[in-house]
């Protein structure tokens, strides 16, 4: 009896864990990186963010990455960050639900759409679709000359898998953790 219940402990340990391990690593602009040339309206689009998911950033020396507030990033404005870096290659854990902003540190390159949003999601809610990144000004009927549009060296956006040992249990929802969990209690009982 003490055995059956042992194992009933390791059942539940194991499915509580595979329902809280889904971090997952994203290389921001996938092949074409963080640059002025990626489409990053078009890589986020399909995306379902998430608490724990890591953004990786790896641009050039003539770019930088910094996490802004949402006003900053609706005007560019690359004075007031809230953590910055320009080493090449950074990543920024999503830490909460909600919406999370990144420009880069030249502006020319913000306004010409060099910026990410991207929609955090809880470990439970359903993800809406992730909003893209607004025309600029310029080409959105303002004055002066329009900005040309960044274009994307890959439009397939890829996703990097998990670098941790919660990669095994990936893929596993809730409804397959439940599952599990009765197939093995009816074995064991």
């Given amino acids: 009896m003490a055995s059956k219940q042992l194992v009933l402990v390791v059942v539940v340990a194991i499915l509580g864990f595979s329902s809280t391990c889904t971090a997952t690593t994203y290389m921001v602009g996938d092949n074409s990186g963080w640059d002025i040339s990626t489409d990053l309206g078009s890589w986020t689009a399909?995306?379902?963010?998430?608490?724990?998911?890591?953004?990786?950033?790896?641009?050039?020396?003539?770019?930088?990455?910094?996490?802004?507030?949402k006003e900053n990033y609706d005007s560019c404005n690359t004075s007031n960050v809230l953590e910055s870096s320009s080493n090449g290659n950074t990543s920024f854990t999503l830490t909460q639900p909600g919406d999370t902003y990144f420009i880069c540190g030249n502006r020319l390159h913000c306004l010409g759409g060099m910026k990410l949003h991207v929609l955090t999601q809880s470990d439970n809610s359903p993800a809406p679709s992730p909003a893209l990144a607004p025309e600029s000004?310029?080409?959105?009927?303002?004055?002066g000359?329009?900005?040309?549009?960044?274009?994307?060296?890959?439009?397939?956006p890829s996703k990097v898998g998990p670098s941790s040992a919660a990669a095994m249990f990936h893929h596993v929802t809730l409804l397959d953790s439940l599952f599990i969990g009765?197939?093995?209690?009816?074995?064991?009982?």
């Fill in 46 to 69: 399909g995306k379902q963010f998430h608490v724990g998911d890591v953004l990786a950033f790896q641009y050039s020396s003539t770019h930088s990455v910094s996490k802004v507030k």
């Fill in 137 to 143: 000004s310029a080409s959105a009927g303002g004055g």
């Fill in 182 to 189: 009765l197939v093995v209690s009816t074995l064991i009982f």
């Fill in 145 to 156: 000359t329009a900005l040309p549009q960044p274009s994307s060296k890959s439009n397939k």
